[in-house]
């Protein structure tokens, strides 16, 4: 099997470098146009479907590269949802070291350990990506499949298949519209072939978002 992982566009709260967990922010304009420059790399793709998290910002980037590979099917996976940042959506980053000092010395030192006020914890997010990635390998075994997701989120699933800490999952990077393929064999297992691949987006398409993690 052969699967992308594939970061949504651009929203407002991106572009403002606001935590946006699970609140249900739109692409932006620039979100929109970096959703479109995801068709050409993957049109020709022998790709049986297209799963998306339910968050609306990963829906619009998934509707739009459905619609542009030709209409194939497109299903909601509650498991691809980003981190619910709790108490701490919406915020700015100075906001938070601000207000949540505690919990941001311990999320820059050891975020594995670090439980988002209100929200969840790296370890959570985890099991339940995992979990959406193994249903949807259970049901297209041998196939090309795309899923649309989140920073934090695709960043977990990574760290599991290259057997890395999740406190040090600062080493993996993923960006607006990134896109990242992973694939599994019977022998091999799961394997990483290409991560944060960018180069679809062009100069003009490259966000500015400082990530929360």
Not at 18 to 45: K, T
Not at 142 to 150: D, F, L, N, R
Not at 173 to 186: F, K, P, S, T
Request: aromatic share 6%; proline share 5%; glycine share 8%.
């Amino acid at each position: 099997m052969f699967l992308y992982l594939l970061r949504h566009g651009e929203t407002a709260w991106n572009a403002e470098n606001r935590i946006q967990g699970v609140s249900d922010q739109p692409l932006n304009e620039v979100g929109l146009a970096q959703a479109r420059a995801l068709i050409p790399p993957l049109a020709g793709r022998p790709i049986a479907a297209i799963y998306s998290s339910p968050l609306i910002r990963a829906r619009e980037t998934a509707g739009i590269l459905a619609e542009g590979l030709g209409g194939l099917p497109l299903h909601e996976e509650t498991g691809l949802a980003e981190l619910n940042q709790g108490d701490l959506e919406g915020m700015r980053i100075a906001d938070v070291n601000e207000k949540y000092n505690g919990f941001w010395d311990l999320w820059r030192e050891r975020p594995a350990e670090a439980l988002t006020p209100g929200g969840e914890s790296l370890p959570d997010l985890q099991k339940r990506a995992w979990a959406a990635v193994e249903s949807i390998h259970s049901r297209h075994p041998g196939e090309m499949v795309v899923a649309v997701s989140h920073n934090l989120a695709i960043t977990t699933l990574l760290c599991r298949i290259l057997r890395i800490d999740l406190n040090d999952m600062r080493a993996i990077r993923q960006h607006n519209a990134a896109i990242n393929l992973v694939e599994y064999d019977e022998v091999r297992g799961w394997g990483v072939v290409m991560m944060n691949a960018l180069s679809h987006l062009g100069s003009a398409l490259a966000s500015n978002e400082k990530p929360y993690h």
